[in-house]
């Protein structure tokens, strides 16, 4: 176990004003942001930015991963059914061009919140025709078995956003120890799923480094997404939110990120992001190329991600 954070993983927090003007357009609206209940590293620069990912459902989760700062062990929130609505308007008014929206999971609804995905997805393009939307989902197992499972992934799926992520987290070896309640196979299967049925719609997944996998089950991770039509792939690193999460095994070195890069480049990986403070959702909309810069895996901000903030009302 290592406790000395490197300095390669500090960063500056961004400009006050900017962030108090964004949380103001999500607090105000009894939104969550899966930047501040996830505690990402990143937040200062993305709420800089004008820029947010969505989180729906409330922000209690109803699984207990390890590695997650997202609050559990309490009953969840009951559905806000102004939600959709008040995204929507969030969207409007932070100017945003390319949306994340993820959920905590939601093992507790009937269809594990998957119309709640969809609900919000419509209610954002009647306001916002030309914003796009990348959806990070759980892996919608719950009451029903795999065949109930298949259909809560594709009814967000059928929704065609513009790239469908969920992340298998971590190596096939730690899941149970990282994952509680999730399955590495059954994460590949959400996957293979939505890219048979959408060939043409894009995949994304992501691995957390630092639990103590090996290059070589970082390799085979990546095999197995490539093997069930995964384009995308983010690398970062695990950073441990509190003492009652797990410890930080290693961290992983810039040098080393870029040399995992070029590995999931080598396997045909459309879009790589792969640095020490890389997130799922950081910089979603760019174009692709790899992050990898020492001081700041994501150098240049994209002008697609939203063209500032308007004037909140």
Known sequence: MTSTLPPWLRRPLG????ISTVQKIIKSRNLHTICEEGRCPNRGECYAQGTATFLLMGPICTRACAFCQVDKGQAPLPLDPREPEKISEAVTLLGLKYVVLTAVARDDLADG???????VMDAIRARNPQTQIEVLTSDFWGPGGEAAQQRRV?????AKPACYNHNVETVARLQGIVRRGAKYERSLQTLRWVKEAYPTLPTKSGLMLGHGETEAEIYQ???DLRAVGCDRVTLGQYLQPSLEHLPVRKYWTPEEFERLGEMARNLGFSQVRSGPLVR??????EADRDILSRSDPHPNPSPSLGEGLKTLT
């Open 113 to 119: 919140g998957a119309g709640q995905f969809v609900a």
């Open 154 to 158: 594709l009814t967000v799926a059928d």
């Open 280 to 285: 799922s959702s950081y910089h979603a909309g």
């Open 221 to 223: 991770t990546l095999q």
């Open 15 to 18: 400009r006050v004003q900017e």
